[in-house]
T-cell receptor, first 114, second 111 residues
Framework: NAGVMQNPRHLVRRRGQEARLRCSPM?????VYWYRQLPEEGLKFMVY????????ESGMPKERFSAEFPKEGPSILRIQQVVRGDSAAYFCASSGSGSSLEQYFGPGTRLTVT | DAKTTQPPSMDCAEGRAANLPCNHSTISGNEYVYWYRQIHSQGPQYIIHGLKNNETNEMASLIITEDRKSSTLILPHATLRDTAVYYCIVRVARGAQKLVFGQGTRLTINP
């Protein structure tokens, strides 16, 4: 059973460009979470999605950031007009439904804005 | 979710048991204790969780005090690969929801 997959693993963007980060949850998981880890800082929750729905986006910056989890395909975290402060590791996690709520994390995407 | 307190760092000799404490004095009756770890630059890894009984799996044991105000994660025979930041998280189990990570404990296993 493949784990959570994220791509690309490394992404370099110039200031002002767009960054698209993809996350494929574990097979059978319908809940996806995005977390961000700034250099030398802890993990911070950004957004929680189920298929086609955003459930909790309380950690998402109000501008330039958006997320989706379409009926078919991976979840996408999109950052428009990137700035240097967006440089970070972005981790995706997934969980199933029911009482087993452990979240399983992907390897992360390291975004560098030059 | 209740707040947790962990020591910022700990050392342990390879082959010995590593005991990582966590205080969660404001934990509610319906909140579970979860442990994750993050090995350098990798995605966090789920370790174990429990409500009030002690739990054991292939990775670790979780000991929760009777009053549930603190817990200890035990890695019975620590190896160099167990060097990581360990996070203790308290959360309600019902309904999928976000994880709130604190600063965790940076555990260093020494040869």
């Amino acid at each position: 059973n493949a784990g959570v997959m994220q791509n690309p693993r490394h992404l370099v963007r110039r200031r002002g460009q767009e960054a698209r980060l993809r996350c494929s949850p574990m097979k059978g998981h319908s809940h996806v979470y995005w977390y961000r880890q700034l250099p030398e800082e802890g993990l911070k929750f950004m957004v929680y999605l189920q298929k086609e729905n955003i459930i909790d986006e309380s950690g998402m910056p109000k501008e330039r950031f958006s997320a989706e989890f379409p009926k078919e395909g991976p979840s996408i975290l999109r950052i428009q007009q990137v700035v240097r402060g967006d440089s970070a590791a972005y981790f995706c996690a997934s969980s199933g439904s029911g009482s087993s709520l452990e979240q399983y994390f992907g390897p992360g995407t390291r975004l560098t804005v030059t | 979710d209740a707040k947790t307190t962990q020591p910022p760092s700990m050392d342990c000799a390879e082959g010995r048991a590593a005991n990582l404490p966590c205080n969660h004095s404001t934990i509610s009756g319906n909140e579970y204790v979860y442990w994750y770890r993050q090995i350098h630059s990798q995605g966090p890894q789920y370790i174990i969780h429990g409500l009030k009984n002690n739990e054991t799996n292939e990775m670790a044991s979780l000991i929760i005090t009777e009053d549930r105000k603190s817990s200890t994660l035990i890695l019975p025979h620590a190896t160099l690969r167990d060097t990581a930041v360990y996070y203790c998280i308290v959360r309600v189990a019902r309904g999928a929801q976000k994880l709130v990570f604190g600063q965790g404990t940076r555990l260093t296993i020494n040869p």
